[in-house]
T-cell receptor, first 110, second 116 residues
Framework: SQTIHQWPATLVQPVGSPLSLECTVE??????LYWYRQAAGRGLQLLFY??????ISSEVPQNLSASRPQDRQFILSSKKLLLSDSGFYLC?????????FGNGTRLTVT | AQSVTQLGSHVSVSEGALVLLRCNYS??????LFWYVQYPNQGLQLLLK??????LVKGINGFEAEFKKSETSFHLTKPSAHMSDAAEYFC??????????????FGKGTHLIIQP
C-alpha cells in the first residue's frame, strides 16, 4: 500500500532563516505531488504541484519554492522566511484522484 | 472556476444526535466531490468521494453524503454522533490542473463539536 511521509512534524524558525521541508511517497510510481498551506480560519491553499521529476507549477507567487529531485520526493524551500510563512504545511499525492495527505508540518516563524 | 461553500464554521451536536454538515459547490464541469476529516495537528483523511456513480455515497466511520445536482449540494451526515467525531471537516470539489494533476478546491472547513 502507499504511504506518505512528511518531516519534520514541527519547526520553529527565526525570520530570515532558510527552510526545507521534505515529503516522500512510497508504494507508487510517478504520482502527482502537491504542497498545500493551511492558515488558521482560511482553509487550504494550493502552493505548488508537480506531475513529474523537475516539473513544478506554482499556484501562488510568494516567498517559497518547490523542487522534485526524484520521482517520489517533493521539497518545499525558502531562502529567507517571513513571519507570514507561519502555518501548517501539507504534502499530498494522487494518481487519478483523490488526494492523499501527509501528517503535515507546523511551521512557526518567530 | 470551482468553488465550495461550507455553511457554518462551527457546528455543535449532542452525542447520539444527527450530524449534518452542509456543503454547496460551484463547478463549470461535472464535479467530483470529496469530504475530508482533520484531527488536531494531523493531515486530512478522506471520508468519502462522489465520482458520478451513485448519488448517495457511504464513507468511513458511518458517514454518508448525497449529491444533489439541482441544489448543487453535497451535505455530509451521520445518524448518531460519537465523541470521536469531533474534528474539522472539509468539503472539496475537483479542480483539474495542468498536466493531468488532480487539484482540489476546498471549503474553509466546519469544526464539529460533540456535546456529552
Amino acid at each position: 500500500s502507499q504511504t506518505i511521509h512528511q518531516w519534520p512534524a514541527t519547526l520553529v524558525q527565526p525570520v530570515g532563516s532558510p527552510l526545507s521541508l521534505e515529503c516522500t511517497v512510497e508504494g507508487t510510481s510517478n504520482p502527482n505531488l502537491y504542497w498545500y498551506r493551511q492558515a488558521a480560519g482560511r482553509g487550504l491553499q494550493l502552493l505548488f504541484y508537480s506531475v513529474g521529476i523537475g516539473q513544478i507549477s506554482s499556484e501562488v507567487p510568494q516567498n517559497l519554492s518547490a523542487s522534485r529531485p526524484q520521482d517520489r520526493q517533493f521539497i518545499l524551500s525558502s531562502k529567507k522566511l517571513l513571519l507570514s510563512d507561519s502555518g501548517f504545511y501539507l504534502c499530498a499525492w494522487s494518481l487519478n484522484s483523490p488526494l492523499h495527505f501527509g501528517n503535515g508540518t507546523r511551521l512557526t516563524v518567530t | 472556476a470551482q468553488s465550495v461553500t461550507q455553511l457554518g464554521s462551527h457546528v455543535s451536536v449532542s452525542e447520539g444526535a444527527l450530524v449534518l454538515l452542509r456543503c454547496n459547490y460551484s463547478s463549470s464541469v461535472p464535479p467530483y466531490l470529496f469530504w475530508y476529516v482533520q484531527y488536531p495537528n494531523q493531515g486530512l483523511q478522506l471520508l468519502l468521494k462522489y465520482t458520478s456513480a451513485a448519488t448517495l455515497v457511504k464513507g468511513i466511520n458511518g458517514f454518508e453524503a448525497e449529491f444533489k445536482k439541482s441544489e448543487t449540494s453535497f451535505h455530509l451526515t451521520k445518524p448518531s454522533a460519537h465523541m470521536s467525531d469531533a474534528a474539522e471537516y472539509f468539503c472539496a470539489v475537483s479542480a483539474p490542473l495542468g498536466g493531468g494533476a488532480d487539484g482540489l478546491t476546498f471549503g474553509k472547513g466546519t469544526h464539529l463539536i460533540i456535546q456529552p
